[in-house]
């Protein structure tokens, strides 16, 4: 494989970066180097930015920064998602952080070492393979927290738990928070959050290949397997985002689950449940705005469970942290999708702090 090398320093690391250059020249060949481009910048933070993220784009392979001592640019460097950088002064540590973390950058400190030790170290970075196995393992963990940062609070439930960053669906969450929102702009906020969030929702729905003639020609393009997917509102507040959904896939089946939580000990009472007959074979989406105590979610997924489902995932707007945890506690297959997650439930279980009771706000029966 040929390697594109991105190069750089700051001020206490021209004559380092000058022996740097000379010796990746003379080894091009040997290590396949195809390419080394020299980045500049007013200060490390800015030299070392522009190399993360050269590397986190894969415009280039690696990287190699030098400043003082190599703490700088590697702080700086490690901001950046799918950066790996390690401070190597040693041919040692150079040769481990290949073999044990996989660095696709390395920091030399210009005040702690002399120009000469350069090529034995960038020697020892470019002829070490990552070893992998147990390696890897540890470095997917990592990575697991820049995908989504909730992995540290959540543990390993925070992998399976999304919550929406985007302005337009916080904005909107702000306004069904309002208590003198009216019941109709309640109704098509819910709707309009719902919608905005599918786009996530739907990322890995499959698609199948069909044909589309343009006025200028006959093309490949693909469509939505929407027959592939159930949403399962648990009435009543659910009811609220069918709609959201169904505009965008109006293939999907509708199910239906009637739950109320016993006002005295907060559990679920059941007292409704329809599902498509195919409920096994279909991505399922269970609708509800609240998710509280997570007493309704497990209820509502164990029920699809017995009905055969097993591709379920949880749809909520706004979710506390004792519902996450219940949910993920007791179905940790379940992948939960959230517009917002709240500080914590009241003595009465109402999540604060909230919108209040979403389906009083949403039928206007407060
Ligand atoms: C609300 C909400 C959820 C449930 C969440 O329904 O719509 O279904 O509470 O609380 P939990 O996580 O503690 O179970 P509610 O029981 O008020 O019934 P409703 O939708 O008929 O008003
Ligand atoms: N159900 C609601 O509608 N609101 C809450 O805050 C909790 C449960």
């Known amino acids: 494989m040929l390697l594109k090398i991105a190069v750089g320093c700051d001020h206490t690391g021209i004559e380092h970066l000058n022996e740097l250059k000379k010796y990746l020249s003379e080894v091009s060949l040997e290590y396949g180097i195809e390419e080394v481009v020299e980045l500049n910048g007013e200060d490390y933070p800015e030299v070392a930015l522009s190399a993360a993220n050269a590397v986190s784009s894969h415009t280039t392979d690696r990287a190699v920064l030098i400043c003082g001592t190599g703490i700088g640019m590697c702080i700086a460097a490690n901001k950046v998602k799918g950066i790996r950088a390690a ?55 990592i990575s697991a927290v820049e995908e989504n940062p909730l992995s540290l609070k959540y543990g390993k439930s925070g992998e399976r738990l999304t919550i929406f960053d985007h302005p337009l669906i916080q904005h909107k969450v702000a306004m069904i928070r309002n208590k003198n929102t009216s019941v109709k702009d309640f109704r098509d906020l819910i709707q309009e959050i719902t919608s905005l969030m599918v786009y996530e929702i739907t990322r890995y729905l499959p698609t ?141 279980g109402y999540i604060v702090p909230g919108l209040g009771d979403a389906g009083d706000r949403l039928f206007g029966t407060e």
Not at 101 to 116: F, K, M, V, W, Y
Not at 279 to 308: C, F, Q, W, Y
Request: net charge negative; aromatic share 4%; charged share 20%.
């Open 87 to 141: 401070v190597c002064n040693t041919p040692e540590l150079a040769a481990i952080s290949r073999k044990h973390n996989d660095s696709n950058i390395i920091a030399i400190g210009a005040r702690l070492i002399t120009p000469s030790l350069i090529p034995q170290i960038i020697e020892k970075w470019l002829s070490t393979d990552f070893e992998g196995g147990r390696h890897a393992e540890r470095l997917n963990k």
């Open 208 to 348: 199948v290949p069909i044909k589309v003639e343009t006025p200028l020609a006959i093309t490949d393009a693909v469509a939505c397997e929407g027959r592939s997917l159930a949403i399962v509102p648990i009435i009543r507040a659910g009811i609220g985002m069918v709609e959201g959904i169904l505009q965008l896939i109006p293939n999907a089946k509708v199910g239906h689950i009637g739950l109320y939580r016993d006002t005295e000990t907060l559990n679920p009472i059941e007292y409704y449940c329809k599902l498509p007959d195919d409920v096994n074979e279909r991505e399922i989406l269970i609708l509800d705005p609240m998710l509280a105590t997570g007493g309704s979610a497990v209820a509502g997924i164990e029920l699809i469970k017995k009905h055969g489902g097993q591709k379920i995932s949880f749809v909520c707007i706004i979710a506390a942290p004792e519902g996450i945890t219940k949910v993920h506690e007791e179905h940790p297959d379940v992948h939960i999708y959230t517009a917002t997650l709240d500080s914590h439930l009241n003595d009465h």
